[in-house]
């Protein structure tokens, strides 16, 4: 499971406030994700990291930053959470370097912005 | 990048194959077909991917039409323990960068 660490594990929030989730991996892989998974829609790609401060948005990105410091850690912060990002947000790693390696998904967060 | 399509849920007999179907018709070529499952609220699980040729592996078998246009995850001898959300996913590189773009995938359900 590549060592991949999320925290919180579970997280109530109000509207408007900030928010900060971590995804910490010892594995020493490359690229890194973030996804969200809500009813109806599968996972979708906020935003992911090809390199220590080195990233791009996905697919739904608005609302969201993220930052990455040390190859070990990356965070996804929601400046002012609304309640349309209540979700699971899983954050996933990748080695890189071959291009038949697979990602590996951290154990997920659940989020409830009331 | 590329999208899949993918049947909403498939019913399959305990002991039987279960095969799952995706259509990925605009695919470039060179971007791999990867699968994964997702048991419960659990993180995703990969299975298994490929470029062109068939491949097999100890959970599944993926196999990939000639145009690469569609794929089809096969998985042998299916068991309860394969109830789960299969996700067909297309991954493009770009100038280096790595994008997987997941899909709502098939809800398999492995009946006794």
């Known amino acids: 499971d590549a060592g991949i660490t999320q925290s919180p594990r579970h997280k109530v929030t109000e509207t408007g406030t900030p928010v900060t989730l971590r995804c910490h991996q010892t594995e020493n892989h490359r690229y890194m994700y973030w996804y969200r998974q809500d009813p109806g829609h599968g996972l979708r790609l906020i935003h992911y990291s090809y390199g220590v401060k080195d990233t791009d948005k996905g697919e739904v990105s608005d609302g969201y930053s993220v930052s990455r410091s040390k190859t070990e850690d990356f965070l996804l912060t929601l400046e002012s959470a609304t309640s349309s990002q209540t979700s699971v947000y899983f954050c996933a790693t990748h080695r890189g370097l071959a291009s038949y390696n697979e990602q590996f998904f951290g154990p997920g967060t659940r989020l409830t912005v009331l | 990048d590329a999208k899949t399509t993918q049947p909403t849920s498939m019913d399959c007999a305990e002991g039987r194959a279960a095969n799952l179907p995706c259509n990925h018709s605009t695919i470039s070529g060179n971007e791999y077909v990867y699968w994964y499952r997702q048991i419960h609220s659990q993180g995703p699980q990969y299975i298994i991917h490929?470029?062109?040729n068939n491949e097999t592996n100890e959970m599944a078998s993926l196999i990939i039409t000639e145009d690469r246009k569609s794929s089809t995850l096969i998985l042998p001898h299916a068991t309860l323990r394969d109830t789960a959300v299969y996700y067909c996913?297309?991954?493009?590189?770009?100038?280096?960068?790595?994008?997987?773009?997941f899909g709502t995938g098939t809800r398999l359900k492995v009946l006794a």
């Open positions: 996913i297309v991954r493009s590189s770009t100038s280096g960068t790595y994008k997987y773009i």
């Open positions: 490929g470029l062109k």
